[in-house]
């Protein structure tokens, strides 16, 4: 079944980022951070995904944060704005 959210390929603050039927589209949540220069300054142009892992675009590879149930996308930017990167 088709979201709405996935049409408008949009990510709110409040959307829970791992529900019953596991973690959502990680794609999209990168499109949705890369929105936001604070977040993009602290990550780094180009971050990936290592299964459930956002990991900086640094020459280390950093783990940045974790993907958790019932995290929210307002948490995992909070999440990332406290990474000591």
Request: hydrophobic share 40%.
């Amino acid at each position: 079944m088709i979201k709405l959210k996935d049409l408008l390929n949009e990510i709110s603050d409040s959307d829970n980022l791992w529900d019953s039927n596991g973690v959502e589209d990680r794609l999209l949540i990168l499109k949705a951070l890369k929105k936001d220069k604070k977040i993009m300054k602290k990550i780094g142009p180009d971050p990936y995904w290592d299964d459930i892992d956002l990991v900086a675009d640094n020459d280390d590879g950093d783990t940045v944060v974790k993907l958790r149930r019932n995290m929210t996308f307002k948490d995992l930017k909070k999440a990332i704005l406290k990474w000591r990167g």
